[in-house]
């Protein structure tokens, strides 16, 4: 009896042991797990706090404000009234005088070009384009709000931050500036040319409206040719295709396909598109047809498990009435499975719209400052401008990099945000 109690209480003691090393093995396990996910989100937070620190200031930009004296001495010495001799006259020099009738009189070339290096160089332009527009002006003084020139702007956004600044005003021109705040002629405004102008070499002027649409165009081209196809090609091989060996293959290189690095689907554009078809380079249909390429296996994968997905009683159900099974295809399971789909498109094109290699295997890393009217128009796209930017060393281009990266995220969050958006809405639970 005493054995028997002894071997009973030796063997629960071993259950205990075991159970204790089983739950502390669960405890670490699910520590992991949420250490894991902690780690990922601490990634994630470093990196939107990064972009959008050196991102954010890029939605606001200096400007100054200029009290022009349009002399017509300068403009139009003989009062002709000619558009073209009002388009080329020096407007630099009734900048410069503005300056100097609110700083005071500079003598040598080199501080004279460093009061006018205050302002922007798009500004003689905007004094052109207002002369020409109306003539009436000539001879007369108006205030007008101009763009500052980018280190002037980086200077006064980074005046707070002591040692922030290493750009290239001199003495003079940071304490021209001051004055200038001072007086409440330089303001920080919204940066409305962010998104409404295009490419510039100058940064104070650049925008992402160019490479916005270049890339609109590019998806517009990429969903026409992707969906259907994609959507077409997933209800032949779950419905009718037959079960054979070029079946599988078909399914195989479909599934290789989705794998393949995309600057190889630029390398296939630049030969078959470009070089063989003969198709402008740096147009967004080009950039759309190769970007369809590779998001076409993608939407057949998903249009596949979304087909899939739907119950067999639905199609049993369907048939049993009579209907053929093209009907019950058409009539029954896709529209159950669309919801799917669309999800399924719209996370490709997400993929697409980020993607740049193969944009640059076609051309699309060109200068262009024209925004694209049509799919044929020359363009770039929201990554390739990114890229661009980031190449060029000016502090703000930099800010413009960051910016430009803000936008694009937004754009890939709010197509995520549409395919959860669909699914919740349209997805049924069997």
């Known amino acids: ?47 939107f706090s990064s972009i959008i620190s050196r991102g954010y200031t890029a939605f606001v930009q ?29 407007y630099r020099t009734l900048i410069r005088q503005a ?22 160089g798009s500004a003689a332009y905007l004094l052109r384009d207002m002369i020409v527009n109306n003539p009436r002006l000539v001879g007369t003084t108006k205030a007008v709000w101009v763009l500052a020139d980018d280190e002037v702007d980086m200077y006064l956004k980074s005046r707070k931050k002591p040692g922030a600044y290493a750009g290239r005003l001199s003495t003079d021109q940071k304490a021209w500036a001051e ?31 160019g490479a916005a649409l270049g890339s609109f165009y590019m998806l517009l081209v990429t969903v026409l040719i992707a969906f259907p196809v994609g959507v077409a090609a997933s209800i032949y091989l779950e419905e009718f295709a037959p079960n054979n060996r070029w079946t599988d293959l078909i399914e195989v290189n479909i ?25 402008p380079r740096s147009a967004p249909l080009v950039g759309g047809l190769v970007l369809s390429l590779m998001t076409l296996p993608v939407v057949i994968i998903a249009g596949r498990a979304a087909i899939k997905s739907v119950p067999p009683s639905v199609r049993e159900a369907a048939l049993g009435l ?46 262009i400052v024209d925004k694209p009217e049509g799919p044929l128009d020359a363009a770039t796209a929201l990554p390739v401008q990114i890229f661009l930017w980031f190449d060029i060393p000016e502090r703000a281009f930099i800010e413009r990099t960051s910016g430009a990266i803000i936008v694009l995220l937004l754009f890939l969050l709010a197509m995520n945000a549409t395919a959860v958006w669909l699914r919740r809405k349209f997805e049924r639970r069997w």
């Open 179 to 209: 004055t200038l705040r001072a007086n409440g002629m330089l303001k920080k405004k919204f940066n409305k040319g962010f998104f409404s102008n295009g490419d510039s070499r100058n940064p104070e002027v650049a925008g992402v409206l």
């Open 99 to 120: 300056l100097m009738d609110e700083l005071g009189e500079v003598s040598g070339r080199k501080a004279r070009k460093e009061i006018l290096g205050l302002a922007s």
């Open 62 to 90: 200096t400007e100054l404000l200029l009290n022009v004296h349009f002399d017509q001495q300068i403009i139009d010495p003989k009062s002709t009234g000619d558009t073209q001799i009002l388009g080329r006259a020096n």
């Open 1 to 47: 009896m005493r054995k028997n109690t002894s071997m009973n209480s030796s063997t629960l003691d071993t259950v205990r042991s075991n159970l204790r090393k089983r739950y502390s093995r669960e405890r670490r396990f699910r520590l992991l797990g949420i250490l894991s996910v902690l780690i990922g989100l601490g990634f994630l937070l470093f990196f």
């Open 255 to 279: 599934n290789n396909l989705a794998a393949i690095p995309s600057i190889v689907f630029g390398l296939l554009g630049l030969a078959v598109f470009i070089n063989f078809f003969g198709l």
């Open 322 to 367: 009579g209907a053929s099974h093209t009907q019950t295809v058409f009539h029954h399971v896709l529209p159950l499975a669309m919801p799917g789909m669309l999800t399924g498109t719209i996370i490709g094109m997400a993929r697409a719209l980020g993607e740049s290699a193969p944009l640059l295997m076609i051309g699309m890393v060109a200068f």
